[in-house]
């Protein structure tokens, strides 16, 4: 099992980046695949982006592509989300997650469901 961290949720107006991290402070992250998630009040959770366990491949919704970008530092046990050009629609709290992968590790996993371990979110707040 994971434990998660995340950090870098900020209130920022239309246009602007955040970085947000999610350090694992339990376990190995080498083994994982992870993904983002967000949840705006009143809405599902939904995901953001996906990245494999071998970092290799990465997957992003709609509504995030060419916005923002994944990547991971499996040296720092660390998960990042870069996100640009940032809307109000993007307000949310955002959620890391990891699942065990398996193989080669190039699944990437895009269900709130096929994740077991969670972190407790960051608020990000676009607005001016």
């Known amino acids: 099992q994971l434990q998660l961290v995340e950090s870098g949720g900020a209130s920022v107006q239309p246009g602007g980046s955040l970085r947000l991290s999610c350090v694992v402070s339990r376990g190995s992250l080498e083994y994982y695949a992870a993904g983002w998630f967000r949840q705006a009040p009143g809405k599902e959770r939904e995901g953001v982006s996906y990245?494999?366990?071998?970092?290799?491949?990465?997957n992003y919704a709609d509504s995030v592509k060419g916005r923002f970008t994944i990547s991971r530092d499996d040296a720092k046990n660390t998960v990042y989300l870069q996100t640009d050009s940032l809307t109000t629609e993007d307000t949310a709290v955002y959620y890391c997650a990891g699942k065990r992968g398996s193989g080669l590790g190039w699944n990437v996993y895009t269900h709130v469901s096929d994740y077991n371990n969670w972190g407790q979110g960051t608020q990000v707040t676009v607005s001016s």
């Open positions: 990245i494999s366990m071998n970092g290799h491949a990465k």
